[in-house]
Protein backbone atom coordinates (compact mmCIF):
# COMPACT_ATOMS: atom_id res chain seq x y z
CA UNK A 1 0.00 0.00 0.00
CA UNK A 2 1.39 3.41 -0.46
CA UNK A 3 2.64 5.77 2.41
CA UNK A 4 4.33 8.78 3.21
CA UNK A 5 7.70 7.71 3.73
CA UNK A 6 9.69 10.86 4.48
CA UNK A 7 8.85 14.60 4.68
CA UNK A 8 11.99 17.04 3.96
CA UNK A 9 12.84 20.71 4.10
CA UNK A 10 16.32 22.14 2.89
CA UNK A 11 17.62 25.84 3.56
CA UNK A 12 19.52 27.91 1.67
CA UNK A 13 23.36 26.03 1.74
CA UNK A 14 26.17 26.35 -0.37
CA UNK A 15 27.60 22.79 -2.07
CA UNK A 16 31.25 22.78 -1.46
CA UNK A 17 32.95 24.04 -4.48
CA UNK A 18 29.98 25.33 -5.82
CA UNK A 19 28.99 28.89 -5.80
CA UNK A 20 25.16 29.46 -6.02
CA UNK A 21 23.30 29.43 -2.97
CA UNK A 22 20.81 26.25 -3.23
CA UNK A 23 17.96 24.37 -1.43
CA UNK A 24 18.33 20.75 -2.57
CA UNK A 25 20.03 19.50 0.36
CA UNK A 26 16.99 18.72 2.37
CA UNK A 27 16.51 16.98 5.55
CA UNK A 28 13.20 14.74 7.20
CA UNK A 29 11.23 16.63 9.23
CA UNK A 30 8.44 15.67 11.63
CA UNK A 31 5.75 17.22 10.10
CA UNK A 32 5.23 20.42 7.89
CA UNK A 33 2.07 22.33 6.48
CA UNK A 34 1.45 22.53 2.80
CA UNK A 35 0.40 25.30 0.86
CA UNK A 36 0.14 26.40 -2.97
CA UNK A 37 3.11 27.37 -2.95
CA UNK A 38 4.82 24.46 -1.55
CA UNK A 39 6.27 23.28 1.23
CA UNK A 40 6.16 25.62 4.31
CA UNK A 41 9.82 26.79 5.30
CA UNK A 42 11.34 25.14 2.67
CA UNK A 43 13.84 27.27 0.71
CA UNK A 44 13.81 27.97 -3.20
CA UNK A 45 16.99 29.85 -4.19
CA UNK A 46 16.64 29.54 -7.85
CA UNK A 47 12.69 30.69 -8.71
CA UNK A 48 13.18 30.94 -12.02
CA UNK A 49 13.52 27.09 -12.70
CA UNK A 50 12.20 25.43 -9.20
CA UNK A 51 8.95 26.50 -7.01
CA UNK A 52 5.76 28.21 -8.44
CA UNK A 53 2.50 26.49 -8.73
CA UNK A 54 2.90 23.98 -10.85
CA UNK A 55 6.10 22.85 -9.20
CA UNK A 56 5.05 23.60 -5.65
CA UNK A 57 5.88 20.25 -4.29
CA UNK A 58 8.20 18.01 -5.96
CA UNK A 59 7.92 13.74 -5.16
CA UNK A 60 10.54 11.37 -5.17
CA UNK A 61 9.89 7.27 -5.21
CA UNK A 62 11.72 5.14 -2.59
CA UNK A 63 11.60 2.42 -5.80
CA UNK A 64 13.84 4.71 -7.42
CA UNK A 65 15.96 5.60 -4.59
CA UNK A 66 17.00 1.69 -4.42
CA UNK A 67 17.57 1.27 -8.16
CA UNK A 68 20.23 4.48 -7.26
CA UNK A 69 21.29 2.73 -4.78
CA UNK A 70 22.41 -0.27 -6.19
CA UNK A 71 24.10 1.84 -9.27
CA UNK A 72 26.44 3.72 -6.58
CA UNK A 73 26.43 1.08 -4.30
CA UNK A 74 25.23 3.16 -1.14
CA UNK A 75 22.44 3.77 0.61
CA UNK A 76 20.33 7.16 -0.63
CA UNK A 77 18.44 8.92 2.58
CA UNK A 78 15.25 10.57 1.64
CA UNK A 79 16.05 14.19 0.38
CA UNK A 80 19.12 13.84 -0.92
CA UNK A 81 17.99 14.32 -4.45
CA UNK A 82 15.77 17.42 -3.36
CA UNK A 83 12.60 15.90 -2.67
CA UNK A 84 10.45 17.62 -0.33
CA UNK A 85 8.00 13.95 -0.32
CA UNK A 86 9.14 10.19 -0.57
CA UNK A 87 6.35 8.18 -1.00
CA UNK A 88 6.52 4.12 -1.00
CA UNK A 89 4.71 1.81 -2.78
CA UNK A 90 3.79 3.52 -6.17
CA UNK A 91 5.99 2.93 -9.45
CA UNK A 92 8.01 6.19 -9.97
CA UNK A 93 9.13 5.85 -13.99
CA UNK A 94 4.83 4.78 -14.69
CA UNK A 95 3.54 7.98 -13.24
CA UNK A 96 1.51 10.52 -15.22
CA UNK A 97 0.73 13.70 -15.61
CA UNK A 98 -2.89 14.46 -13.86
CA UNK A 99 -2.08 11.34 -11.81
CA UNK A 100 -3.19 12.69 -8.08
CA UNK A 101 -2.17 11.41 -4.28
CA UNK A 102 -4.38 12.22 -1.83
CA UNK A 103 -2.11 12.36 1.83
CA UNK A 104 -4.99 13.09 4.31
CA UNK A 105 -6.82 16.58 3.44
CA UNK A 106 -3.93 17.14 1.20
CA UNK A 107 -4.58 16.81 -2.76
CA UNK A 108 -1.86 16.61 -4.83
CA UNK A 109 -1.99 16.61 -8.74
CA UNK A 110 1.83 15.72 -11.16
CA UNK A 111 2.18 18.53 -13.42
CA UNK A 112 6.14 17.82 -14.69
CA UNK A 113 9.34 15.78 -14.35
CA UNK A 114 12.13 16.65 -12.74
CA UNK A 115 15.07 17.89 -15.07
CA UNK A 116 18.40 17.36 -13.65
CA UNK A 117 20.77 20.04 -13.01
CA UNK A 118 24.45 21.47 -12.95
CA UNK A 119 23.67 21.94 -9.21
CA UNK A 120 22.32 17.98 -8.96
CA UNK A 121 25.85 17.34 -10.45
CA UNK A 122 27.60 19.38 -8.11
CA UNK A 123 25.18 17.28 -4.98
CA UNK A 124 26.74 14.13 -6.46
CA UNK A 125 29.81 15.03 -6.91
CA UNK A 126 29.95 13.46 -10.69
CA UNK A 127 30.17 15.59 -13.92
CA UNK A 128 28.05 12.83 -16.22
CA UNK A 129 25.45 13.07 -13.25
CA UNK A 130 22.86 15.05 -15.72
CA UNK A 131 23.11 12.23 -18.13
CA UNK A 132 23.38 8.94 -15.95
CA UNK A 133 20.01 10.66 -14.06
CA UNK A 134 18.35 11.81 -17.47
CA UNK A 135 19.33 7.90 -19.27
CA UNK A 136 17.83 6.17 -15.92
CA UNK A 137 14.26 7.71 -16.90
CA UNK A 138 13.43 8.21 -13.18
CA UNK A 139 12.69 11.56 -12.62
CA UNK A 140 10.46 11.59 -10.09
CA UNK A 141 7.10 13.82 -10.17
CA UNK A 142 6.52 17.78 -9.55
CA UNK A 143 2.73 18.69 -8.28
CA UNK A 144 0.49 21.40 -7.91
CA UNK A 145 -1.42 21.55 -4.72
CA UNK A 146 -4.97 21.08 -5.25
CA UNK A 147 -5.43 21.01 -1.98
CA UNK A 148 -3.64 22.17 1.12
CA UNK A 149 -3.18 21.04 4.75
CA UNK A 150 -0.26 18.99 7.29
CA UNK A 151 1.35 16.33 5.83
CA UNK A 152 3.70 13.94 8.58
CA UNK A 153 5.69 10.93 7.92
CA UNK A 154 3.45 7.29 7.96
CA UNK A 155 0.57 8.64 6.50
CA UNK A 156 -1.63 6.49 4.14
CA UNK A 157 -2.16 8.10 1.19
CA UNK A 158 -4.32 7.08 -2.37
CA UNK A 159 -2.78 7.35 -5.71
CA UNK A 160 -5.23 7.62 -8.24
CA UNK A 161 -4.56 7.61 -11.90
CA UNK A 162 -5.50 9.93 -14.04
CA UNK A 163 -8.28 9.01 -16.20
CA UNK A 164 -7.39 10.19 -19.56
CA UNK A 165 -4.28 9.96 -21.91
CA UNK A 166 -1.23 8.65 -20.00
CA UNK A 167 1.66 10.62 -20.51
CA UNK A 168 4.43 9.26 -18.29
CA UNK A 169 7.06 11.59 -16.42
CA UNK A 170 9.71 8.72 -17.63
CA UNK A 171 8.05 9.43 -21.16
CA UNK A 172 8.17 13.32 -21.10
CA UNK A 173 12.12 13.48 -19.26
CA UNK A 174 12.70 11.71 -22.79
CA UNK A 175 12.34 14.58 -24.63
CA UNK A 176 14.10 17.05 -22.85
CA UNK A 177 16.66 19.31 -25.42
CA UNK A 178 14.94 17.58 -28.32
CA UNK A 179 13.57 20.24 -30.71
CA UNK A 180 11.18 18.39 -32.79
CA UNK A 181 8.35 16.67 -30.61
CA UNK A 182 6.00 14.91 -32.76
CA UNK A 183 2.87 16.67 -33.17
CA UNK A 184 0.45 13.62 -32.05
CA UNK A 185 2.57 13.87 -28.74
CA UNK A 186 1.89 17.32 -27.98
CA UNK A 187 -1.60 17.18 -28.71
CA UNK A 188 -2.15 14.32 -26.43
CA UNK A 189 -0.12 15.75 -23.92
CA UNK A 190 -2.35 19.11 -24.22
CA UNK A 191 -5.72 16.86 -22.97
CA UNK A 192 -3.78 16.25 -19.71
CA UNK A 193 -3.27 18.70 -17.00
CA UNK A 194 0.68 19.68 -17.89
CA UNK A 195 2.39 22.27 -16.36
CA UNK A 196 1.13 26.24 -18.06
CA UNK A 197 4.85 26.77 -18.92
CA UNK A 198 5.05 23.21 -21.12
CA UNK A 199 1.35 23.98 -21.78
CA UNK A 200 1.83 27.42 -23.85
CA UNK A 201 5.19 26.20 -25.46
CA UNK A 202 3.39 22.95 -27.32
CA UNK A 203 0.13 25.22 -28.26
CA UNK A 204 2.90 27.95 -29.59
CA UNK A 205 4.51 24.73 -31.52
CA UNK A 206 1.21 23.58 -32.94
CA UNK A 207 -0.11 26.53 -34.19
CA UNK A 208 3.43 27.76 -35.94
CA UNK A 209 2.29 23.97 -37.66
CA UNK A 210 -0.78 25.36 -39.50
Not at 43 to 70: L, M, N, S, T
Not at 103 to 112: C, F, K
Not at 127 to 132: D, E, G, L, T
Not at 141 to 154: D, F, I, K, Q, S
Amino acid sequence: MPSLLSVNQGTGRHIPGYKPLTGIIKTPVPNAQIDRMGLANDAVCDRKHHGGVDQAIYIYFADDYQFWADQLGKRIEPGWFGDNLTISGVEGRSVAIGDRFAIGQILLEVTYHRTPCMTFSALMSDPMWVKKFHRAGRPGAYCRVLTPGTVEPGMALTYTHFAGERVTVSELMALDGKRDIDPGFMRRALTTPIREKTRFKYEDNLASLI
